[in-house]
């Protein structure tokens, strides 16, 4: 029982950690998406427009 108990307290521990570790994660993620779509948006910004002409046509 008192094993029992322990484990529980353990993983009340670890639980605020994991859900910390998430958070990062998926900010990190989102962080990630974000900075490569304004890298993007620079690339195609510096492209001539006439590839994109060529793309319409």
Do not use: C, D
């Amino acid at each position: 029982m008192l094993n029992h108990a322990k484990s529980v307290v353990y993983g009340f521990s670890l639980f605020p950690r994991l859900v910390g570790f998430e958070f990062v994660g998926k900010f990190a993620s989102v962080g990630a998406v974000f900075r490569t779509l304004v890298l993007w948006r620079w690339k195609f910004r510096e492209l001539p427009q006439s590839i994109f002409g060529q793309a319409r046509g």
